[in-house]
Structure formats: C-alpha cells, structure tokens
C-alpha cells in the first residue's frame, strides 16, 4: 500500500529510479512529462536538454548552469564533459547536456557537451 503521507526528500519517481539505476545508466530510464513536452524543439531527441553556464570555479572544477526552459540552475562537474574543451566552460557558454545525479543522490548534469558554434549565415 502507498503512503503518500512519507517525506521523500521532494524526489520524484524518475529521481528515485535513477539513484536505483546510477548516474550514468538511463537506457532504461521511463520518459517523464516534462521530458515529454520538451520534445517540440527537435533539438534534444535523447533526453539532452540545454542552457548556459552560470559559474563555473575553474580551481575546483564544478558549476552550475541554468536550463533554457526554466527552473534551478543545476551542479555539473568538469569529469562529466563529454565534448569540448574545459577552457571553453565560462558564464554565458551555451551547453548540452543530461540530468542525473551526482554521488550523493543530487540532481546533477551528466554527459556535458559543449555544441560546435553555429556556421555564419552566408
């Protein structure tokens, strides 16, 4: 029987099967509404979402970014940059990435890229 009534620490279904999965598993991760509604961009058709770097502390290797689509800005760690340059990680730059929790069960960016630059229009 489900008791509704149990603080959870404010995680959601999707958050509590990722901390069961790990953080880089999500090949079996359920679609959540709100990745759902996120597939009107056509940008992100494997989960990845987008935003920008808020802070990034070069010396301790972490920061945050904002997602495009609102709400709070989320932890990322320089060891889960994927693609590009570390250099390249200052407030402003535009970035993609994943959600999925860092070691200690927090929502973090996993598999953080940074996209090549748009070609100039001609």
């Known amino acids: 029987m489900p008791s509704d ?34 597939d009107a961009t056509g940008e992100a058709p494997s989960g990845e979402q987008s935003g920008s770097v808020v802070t990034y502390f070069e010396a301790k290797g972490f920061g945050f970014l904002r997602p495009d689509d609102g709400g709070r800005d989320i932890f990322f760690h320089v060891s889960r ?9 200052r407030p402003g730059a535009r970035v993609l990435y994943e959600l999925g929790m860092d070691r200690t069960g927090k929502m973090a960016a996993s598999s953080l890229r940074i996209p090549p ?6």
């Open 5 to 38: 009534n149990q603080p959870t620490g404010e995680l959601s279904d999707a958050d509590l099967a990722l901390i069961k999965q790990g953080v880089g598993d999500k090949s079996s991760r359920p679609a959540t509404p709100a990745a759902a509604t996120g």
């Open 81 to 89: 940059l994927a693609e590009g340059l570390a250099t390249d990680l």
């Open 117 to 122: 630059p748009a070609a100039p229009a001609e």
